[in-house]
């Protein structure tokens, strides 16, 4: 069995960003050969896809896709698992239908009230319709993008003209439209399912804000996520496992399981909710969250006693099983 670890990088990002994720995609792709893979990396820099594809074959190797979007192609996070598809590959990670799902925060929020499951009242705004918006403090997102793009201590806004001006930013920074939401001001937890059947919930991750007094202060930035010696990054404390009581650690659990069951996720999927008061709040869903050695799945999964490249090749082995020639072989295994 061969794995390809597939993985996209736009050149218009900037030199930082570029060097991070050649060298976190190094970094997983050593790990998943040091576990004894016949392990195979390629980066996608341009739309063209099929012409990486070719030079594999779909009876011998299983993709680890770790690729989001064709670069230079707006919207086309679902297009990507549609060619590795219409190619006969099985890859890691969830299915074009989850994906593009989760990049739709409006339809999210649809989905699930349907689940039961509670999230912050909001709504996709322009400038001129936020006049209208009278729920402060409030926190403006890209309705489409992940990886909080645009998010600072600026996006929390009290006021209408701050919310139209930030509401300008998304717009204009990442011509998409703004999601407005009720900010929850409360402890944020991070937590990781991974396995299809049963899916299990690795150790729950809290987002530590005891550092900051502000109220527009406490959330996970950009820079928290990417600018190493920014405030965020630096005084943001992770907290694993959470210290929550067993009461309402079941709670959120069965929330979790709810929402990973209820939008039929595979292999791996991170949810990040705030509690106020006593209530749960899911903010994002994340299929195919970033795995990187120092993110929060990873260290759920150390916890649990996983090094990262056994994390890696577990992964491996849950598409492994829908191989039509290795399932056979990993069910022996399992």
């Not at 670890?5 to 030199?15: E, G, I, Q, S, T």
């Not at 670069?71 to 099985?90: A, C, D, Q, W």
Request: charged share 30%; with cysteine; aromatic share 10%.
């Amino acid at each position: 069995m061969k794995v390809l670890v597939l993985y996209d990088l736009d050149p218009a990002w900037d030199r930082f960003e570029i060097s991070e994720t050649r060298n976190s995609n190094k970094v997983l792709f050593e790990s998943l050969k040091d576990e004894g893979v016949e392990t195979y990396l390629e980066e996608l820099n341009g739309p063209d896809l099929e012409k990486i594809l070719e030079r594999y074959s779909p009876d011998d190797t299983i993709i680890f896709n770790l690729c989001e979007t064709l670069p230079g192609v707006p919207n086309s996070e679902r297009r990507v698992l549609e060619i590795i598809e219409n190619k006969g590959f099985t890859y890691t990670g969830n299915v074009p239908e989850v994906i593009e799902l989760s990049c739709d925060k409006q339809k999210v929020k649809e989905v699930l009230g349907s689940l039961g499951i509670r999230v912050p009242y909001g709504a996709v705004l322009s400038p001129e319709e936020a006049a209208g918006w009278n729920l402060f403090p409030a926190i403006v997102k890209p309705s489409r993008d992940h990886c909080s793009l645009t998010i600072s201590e600026k996006s929390v806004v009290y006021d209408t003209i701050s919310l139209q001006e930030q509401i300008r930013v998304v717009n204009n920074e990442l011509n998409q439209p703004a999601m407005v939401e009720d900010f929850i001001d409360g402890r944020e937890f991070h937590v990781s399912v991974w396995n299809n059947e049963p899916p299990e919930i690795l150790p729950t991750v809290e987002m530590d804000f005891s550092a900051f007094s502000e109220t527009r202060e406490r959330l996970c930035t950009y820079d928290s996520k990417f600018v190493p010696g920014s405030e965020h990054y630096e005084k943001i404390e992770t907290l694993i496992p959470a210290p929550l009581d067993e009461k309402l650690l079941k709670k959120l659990e069965n929330k979790v399981l709810a929402t990973w069951k209820g939008l039929g996720c595979l292999d791996y999927a991170r949810f990040d909710f705030r509690l106020r008061g006593n209530k749960f709040y899911l903010l994002d869903i994340n299929p195919n969250n970033d795995i990187s050695i120092d993110t929060s799945f990873s260290l759920a999964a150390e916890m649990t006693s996983y090094s990262y490249g056994q994390m890696l090749k577990r992964i491996v082995m849950m598409a492994a099983e829908r191989h039509p020639e290795f399932r056979e072989k990993v069910l022996t295994l399992l």
